[in-house]
């Protein structure tokens, strides 16, 4: 079995080849163009998309050494994302697949963000709790088997990919500024300034508390001293990460404590933050979990993620027609 999967959702356009569940290439083509505008701009990402998925997709092939006669499917992100960045993906796996005459597997971007952790060993082992943290989504997810999971808990409004980019661009930093955030934090004192933590009921999260503490902190500071931002940067954001990740992992600790759950993982662009990285595997230590983190490649939107989930739903036979549409809404 033989599977090109594609990946468009947001700013990375990527394509990989998966044969009978091993990943032969992972191609990625990041946007740049979004950086002097300080955030993703949906329109000029669906352009970029445009302009780069034959190239991406020609390029994963040969890497592959498969040529398209050999392919067994072709796979491609459904959702969620945005509209006009899924389309380009959509559009061009229905056209190839039809032209080759070979099935199509539709694959829910989260779910392949957890199903990543099975492109290489170790593997965690079912039932598995995954925290999955991105700039659109901050999840508790319960997985019982490779299509069938749960969410336990979720973010009520803003995504903690989304508190780290917020916080980064009042600190003047630019975008992407989350990755920015946690170099400066390594060299800082994460106890230096507290910021408030909401306590949401269950396991569910919220984030835009901190974020509007964070703007008056910054305010007051910076009213008493205009060079405080520049002379405690490293400490500021040592201080807001080590805020939002005791904040992802209180109620991941909870959730593992009363589901009896101890194998624990971390998915989506934020698991590869070094300190919830480094506090994870600390509190794994502590609390007898069993610990899987992604490789780094495999933490930000990749194609290879999208191969692996296609592969699992191919082998249930799990295909989808040509009537399929792009949701950037899609649940699950």
Known sequence: ????????????????????????????????IHQKYGG?????????????????????????????????AIAFTRGPGLLGALLVGTSFAKAMALGLGIPLIDVHHMQAHILAHFIDDPQPKFPFLCLTVSGGHTQIVKVTDYLSMEIIGQTQ????????????????????????????????DPLRFSFPQVEMPGYDYSF????????????????????????NLADI???IQHTLVQILLRKLKKASKETGIREIAI???VSANSGLRKTLQ??????????????????????????????????????????????PRMTW
């Not at 993703?40 to 445009?50: F, K, N, T, Y």
């Not at 835009?208 to 002379?231: C, H, P, Q, V, W």
């Not at 990749?302 to 009537?323: E, P, R, S, W």
Request: hydrophobic residues 40%; aromatic residues 8%; negative net charge.
């Open 1 to 32: 079995m033989i599977i090109l999967a594609i990946e468009s959702s947001c700013d990375e356009t990527s394509a990989a080849v998966l044969k009978d569940g091993k990943i032969l290439s992972n191609v990625i083509a990041t946007q740049a």
């Open 237 to 239: 954001c040592a201080s």
């Open 157 to 188: 409004d803003d995504a903690v990919g989304e508190a780290f980019d917020k916080t980064a661009k009042l600190l003047n930093l630019p975008y992407p500024g989350g990755p920015l955030i946690d170099k400066y934090a390594q060299v800082g």
């Open 267 to 269: 998915a989506g662009g």
């Open 40 to 72: 993703v701009v949906p329109e000029l990402a669906s352009r970029a998309h445009q302009q780069q998925i034959i190239p991406v997709v020609e390029k994963s092939l040969t890497d592959a050494q498969v040529t398209k006669s050999e392919l067994s």
């Open 208 to 231: 835009s508390g901190i974020k509007t503490a964070f703007m008056y902190f910054l305010k007051k500071e910076t009213t008493r001293d205009e060079a405080f931002i520049n002379e």
């Open 282 to 327: 600390e509190e794994g230590q502590k609390y007898g979990w069993n610990v899987y983190i992604p490789r780094f490649e495999y933490c930000t939107d990749n194609a290879a993620m999208i191969a692996i989930a296609a592969y699992y739903k191919a082998l249930k036979g799990d295909f989808c027609g040509q009537a399929v549409s792009a949701l």
